[in-house]
Each structure stands twice: as C-alpha cells, then as structure tokens.
C-alpha cells in the first residue's frame, strides 16, 4: 500500500518569491509521482509526473518536481510566484502495477499575496 | 471535447433521501472513479470502474452505490443520505494501459445533506 503525506496544510507567500510545498510517500513497490492543482470551484488538473527517467520534472508555468528517492520525496518548487498561482496543491502516488489506486495528500493550501 | 462532466453542479439533500449523481466522458476511457473531497482531507476514492459493467470499491464505499452500464457514464448513488456524505464530489476518468496513471477530473458536485 502507498500513503502521501504533505507537510504544511497552508503556504502564504508574496509574489514573486521562491516557494516549495513539501510531499514525503511511502511505498513498498515502485511508483508513480504526480502534483495536481485545484483552483478555487474547479476540478482537479494534472500539473506534473514523474514516471521514470529524468528524476527532475518540470511544469510548463514554471513548476518542478524532484523526484528523491533515498528520501522518498517529490517537493514541488517554483523560484517566482504569481497571485494566479494561489490554488490548492495535491500531491499523490500511484503503484506501477495495473489497477493501483491513485493516492491522494491531504494537500496544500498556496496562497500568493501582494 | 467536452471531457469529464457532472450532473448537477450543486445539490441540497435532507437527511434520508436518495440521489443520483451522474458523471459523463467523451474521451473513450476505460477507467472511471468517484471520489468525495472534504476539507483537510484530500481526495478519497469512493468507488471506480474498469471498464463496463464492472464496478469496485475503493477507500470509502459505504453508503454508496455505482454503475456503469455504459463506458461513457459512471452513476453514483445515495440511498438514504445522510449529513456526513456532505461533501464536494468529483468524477475522473483515465485511459488503460501507460495512460492509466493521468486521471482526467470533472468539475465538482457540491452537496449538502441537512
């Protein structure tokens, strides 16, 4: 079985500062990595994976994810924000095997102010 | 493409009546689920689907049924609501195979059991 846990429930920053928003798993068996995005009364959007490969994944508006796997962490960093980037983040694991369940953190709250 | 759609957007129950919450996919999915998102919680998978015609329960199933009687359609039930299924309720779909791991979201159906 997998399980997600992200270590800060809230983040307020100030745009235009760095900002990481942590995410720790655990796994018996080889995973799946991703960071979802949900802004205010939407559905979730797929933000980045990892799958294999490159263990840094990057996000076409300026997120990357690394994925660690000694510390069996994917933190997500930005190194400038934006207030449009105020959103809730989830981070989730998904074994590799088919028919695996995608297993969701409690997410992050990212506030962005000016 | 439309991708995933909810019916209805919002929903105001009392406590012992029944619902059907309706999801829809244009994308030819094979996989389809139901979670139910509550505040510090995250996303919990309620129940999904491989396919059609096929159903299973996922981390919080109580008090819910499905079906899928059709691969473009995934229905979740309330038989007798009650104020704990309060709730945001979220459909998603994904693809077999290397695609199983994206899940596609829909917007959300907010209900509330009084």
């Known amino acids: 079985a997998q399980s997600v846990t992200q270590l800060d429930s809230q983040v307020p920053v100030f745009e235009e500062a760095p900002v990481e928003l942590r995410c720790n798993y655990s796994s018996s068996v080889s995973v799946y990595l991703f960071w979802y995005v949900q802004y205010p009364n939407q559905g979730l959007q797929l933000l980045l994976k990892y799958l294999s490969g490159s263990t840094l994944v990057e996000s076409i508006n300026g997120f990357e994810a690394e994925f660690n796997k000694s510390q069996t962490s994917f933190h997500l960093r930005k190194p400038s924000v934006h207030i449009s980037d105020t959103a809730e983040y989830f981070c989730a694991v998904k074994g590799r095997e088919a028919g695996t369940a995608l297993i969701f953190g409690k997410g992050t709250t990212l506030s962005v102010s000016s | 493409n439309a991708g995933v759609t909810q019916t209805p957007k919002f929903r105001v129950l009392k406590t012992g009546q029944s619902m059907t919450l309706l999801c829809a996919q244009d994308?030819?999915?094979?996989?389809m689920y139901w979670y139910r998102q509550d505040p510090g919680m995250g996303l919990r998978l309620i129940h999904y689907?491989?396919?059609?015609?096929?159903?299973a329960k996922g981390e919080v199933p109580d008090g819910y049924n499905v079906s899928r009687l059709k691969k473009q359609n995934f229905l979740l039930g309330l038989e007798s609501a009650a104020p704990s299924q309060t709730s945001v309720y979220f459909c998603?779909?994904?693809?077999?195979?290397?695609?199983?791991?994206?899940?596609?979201f829909g917007p959300g159906t907010r209900l509330t059991v009084t």
């Open positions: 689907s491989v396919g059609e015609g096929t159903t």
């Open positions: 998603a779909s994904s693809a077999p195979g290397q695609g199983a791991y994206e899940q596609y």
């Open positions: 994308m030819n999915h094979e996989y």
